[in-house]
């Protein structure tokens, strides 16, 4: 029994505990699927960046950064600004708005059954392809730490997740996510101080190794802080500052439709609560993106470059984090680190069934196959927690069938511009604008939907690999962005008026910005 | 013609929102009140009042406009790296270039924007409440 599986099975059954408190309070669907609406506001926005600061986050950037550097550390600014879009558009209508789900919210004043029933396909197609590289993530490190092979560390973190979600439910997965957001940035913060300790405490010094960083004198010096060694011309091509600009794009925009992150708002007792989470997401999330830049590019000073490849020699970049943590910190920090980085796969992953399955339940079940009648009181979170087994099973199937060598990050990159394409624009022009209809909805759905999974599939990282690439771009949001809000847009004017849907737009109007209405939290 | 009142509310649990069916149909209402879940609230009398477009329009004023500064001022990172990078190589502190510097800004400027915001909104809350319970 190693030290870091001793960690890591203490931080388990902790959140096991969790789980099975949660499951005591767990009545009714306000409970399962929304926390009873009990979460304050700076719980809320540890939960929230819990949330966010995925594997991809923590070991993909920390790994990005100190492979290619600068251009790494774009995706750290790009996912702290985010953040705004998600403050100044979206979150405080969607809690005065809607229930449960993001479609509650569409479909507020549109017909629901065609609505609810694209936005939980795009929903679950969105939280499936960021659930699959979480899983790839979380294979690779329970493979490097425990020894296991790919497919069984695959299933055992599915299985542990479907137990959080099954019994917990929201309430669990959110104090899930909130311990495990404050392990993270303890960790984060250790390991900064760790790195900056080894500059001897100086700005300068720092800067000035990973301007000629060359891996503790095991490779070529080079300027990290530079950009280029990534996007651009010299070595993407002449596509790669439009590509960095799509990825830009996608970022900044990907977050505010979310499923698993805008679930989150529904969890705060009102819009006033949902504006300072965010606010609270925000100066945590940004704390953490700027200490990227110390074990990110500091990794690149301090970690030889034997130590962070692969046996065929490719780089091992999901490990860095963990590595630089073993060098600085000895046995004792490399468990720590790799138990709160698992913990931190675990806890996304449990927070992605959740809103897959709710979406689910909810908006396809209850409300297009039946109408909106629950058969019995309670069928509505058995169907959720039916669903949520599902889900987790055929993530896990995928994940084991791409294998440990698809790329994570190429995956959340996925999920973010579907996410901007699809759900972003039906979101806010159906809080915005008065002409909107269903037959706009459903386009902008669909097609935003449908351009970004095809690009994907055409570009250098799809079918046809990189030589066969019909499109040039890695990521396709500067693309399929601009169409989903196209479609949406030219899919309310080219067809008939929807008087009912005008007509309700007043009471929407009022609703979100009021909170007029709002449902309330439950007693507890 | 004496409007009536929406006569389907749908058989479901309370809170739930659904499309009901407008009491005459394919015309342009007036101000009737709509039957919803909480039926007592005349929403088309809140929305038509005049206070209540005034800080409408006041909040999407603010909105746009914030939303349009940021967006600009993070799209510049990537497009100024990208397509100017020999003016974004060059150092200003050390060895901190102005690419750096650039990107470190704008977490600044995302907390700032999030600090404006909160501020305003805070008073907007105030608004709406004095709309909603001055009727």
Partial sequence: MSVPLIMFLAFVALTLLITFWAAKKNTGASAYFAAGRSITGWQNGLAVAGDYMSAASFLGISGMICFSGYDGFMYSVGFLVAYITVLLVVAEPLRNAGKYTMADLLAYRLKPRPVRALASLSTLTVSTFYMIAQMVGAGVIIKRLIGLDFAPAVIGVGLLMLVYVVFGGMLATTWVQIIKALLLMAGAMLLSYLVLKFHNYSFTAFFEAVSKADYAGTAEPKNLLEPGLKYGVAVAGPWGPLDLVSLGLGLVLGTAGLPHILVRFYTVPDAKTARSSVVWAMAIIGLFYIMTTFFGFGAATILKKALITTVDGKPDTNMVAPILAQVLGGELFFAFISAVAFATILAVVAGLTMSASASFAHDFYSNVLHHGKENRPGQEVKVARITAFCVGAVSIGIAIYLGPSVNAAFLVGLAFAVAASANLPVIVLSVFWKRFNTTGAVCGLSVGLVSSIVLILLSPNGMFGKAGALFPLENPGIVSIPLGFLAAWLGTLLTARDLEAEAKFAELRVRAHTGLGSEKATAH | ?135
């Fill in chain 2, 1 to 135: 013609m004496r409007r009536e009142a929406a006569a389907a509310v749908s058989k479901v649990n309370a809170g739930r929102p659904v499309n009901l069916p407008l009491p005459n149909r394919g015309r342009v209402p007036n101000l009737a009140p709509l039957m919803t879940e909480k039926s007592n609230v005349n929403w088309a009398e809140i929305e038509a009042k005049p206070a209540f477009r005034s800080l409408l329009g006041r909040k999407a004023k603010f909105i746009v406009t914030a939303t349009i500064f940021f967006l600009a001022y993070y799209l510049a990172l990537p497009i100024l790296v990208g397509y100017w990078p020999d003016l974004m190589k060059k150092q200003v502190w050390g060895k901190v270039n102005i690419a750096y510097v650039f990107a470190l800004s704008q977490f600044f400027m995302a907390w700032i924007v999030a600090f404006i915001y909160v501020r305003v909104a805070a008073k907007w809350d105030k608004e709406a409440a004095a709309i909603i319970h001055g009727h």
